[in-house]
């Protein structure tokens, strides 16, 4: 098992660096912000401007940020890693799958799980702070025997709830990195086989460094999660990096690789690790569509998922 991890381990280094370093080699171009959602969510940005930034301080819900003053649109998606800017106070946002495909084998069972119109809501309430409401759209996931072919588990619905606020702590505008803290909480659907019916809760940072026209994200994650077997409960830990860059010779449009990591303390939930592709294609300066690609490199991460959505700012 220890040599399995570390034969994972290095695959996804590999990969990671060939796919950074083909990036690496574009032509400078000035990056368009984007993330990625995800649980959702990494991180893009402009360079600093010489200019002194405006002071949006006393901007909040009741008195909006003037349109000419609102900062790069920054989705937490596509990808799985958050962005570390909030929306503008007084303004609000949509992020939502169209679709989201994902499938699994794992332990002789192979699941196909299908997911539409997921939508993030959310809505600025001061210059660093902003609220968000994440509805799990309409699911539906069955399970199948791999030897036999008999369906195990069938389940369709609607999935969970997760409320979070993202507080961004510097670099929100503008500079060489940012960091934000977002705290959240899952209510359950109780849909079976969709949700796990359990109340859950965890702490995330992001934190985005801006070297040239590429954006680092580097994103830890605890949550109280509940556990496979029984009502108690487990810490998780989620950890991240993702490296993302304009595409040259294509205008407004970002590519993204990253690599993830989900480990627990629950002996009935093993580790999950991906390797995630991401590229968005911004419509205008409030509207980006994306699409993604995350691919598993253990046996209990997802097959592969694939998905498209889209991202909308007022």
């Excluded at 401007?49 to 301080?57: E, I, N």
């Excluded at 649109?73 to 946002?93: C, L, M, N, Q, W």
């Excluded at 077997?229 to 950890?239: H, K, L, P, S």
Aim: net charge negative; hydrophobic share 40%.
């Amino acid at each position: 098992m220890i040599w399995r991890s570390l034969a994972t381990s290095r695959l996804a280094a590999w990969l990671a660096g060939a796919a950074i370093g083909a990036v690496a080699c574009s032509s400078a171009v000035h990056a368009a912000d984007s993330t990625t959602s995800s649980t959702t969510t990494t991180t893009t940005t402009t360079t600093a401007s010489s200019d002194p930034a405006p002071d949006k301080s006393g901007y909040n819900l009741f008195n909006p940020t003037p349109d000419n003053q609102m900062r790069k649109f920054t989705p937490d998606r596509p990808a799985k890693g958050f962005s570390v800017r909030t929306i503008d106070a007084g303004h609000f946002e949509l992020e939502t799958d169209i679709v989201n495909y994902t499938t699994s084998n794992d332990r002789g069972t192979v699941t196909r799980s299908i997911e539409a119109l997921d939508p993030t809501v959310k809505l600025g309430l001061t210059n660093w702070m902003d609220f968000e409401v994440q509805f799990n759209g309409l699911q539906s996931s069955r399970s199948f025997d791999a030897a036999s072919g008999n369906e195990v588990l069938n389940g369709a619905g609607f999935g969970d709830v997760f409320l979070r606020t993202k507080m961004n702590l510097f670099g929100n505008d503008s500079g060489p990195a940012g960091f934000a803290l977002i705290p959240y909480v899952k209510l359950p659907s109780s849909t079976p086989v969709i949700s796990n019916n359990a109340v859950e809760g965890g702490l995330i940072a992001p934190l985005a460094l801006r070297p040239d026209d590429f954006i680092i994200t580097l994103m830890t994650e605890v949550d109280v999660l509940k556990t496979a077997v029984g009502d108690g409960r487990y810490a998780n830990f989620v950890n991240l990096i993702g490296v993302s860059h304009p595409v040259p010779g294509f205008d407004a449009v970002n590519a993204t690789v990253e690599l993830f990591a989900s480990t627990g303390t629950d002996p009935a939930t093993p580790p999950v690790y991906t390797f995630d592709l991401g590229m968005n294609f911004k419509l205008d300066q409030h509207a980006i569509l994306d699409v993604g690609l995350n691919l598993g490199l253990n046996k209990a991460a997802p097959t592969a998922q694939v998905y498209s959505g889209i991202s909308f700012r007022f």
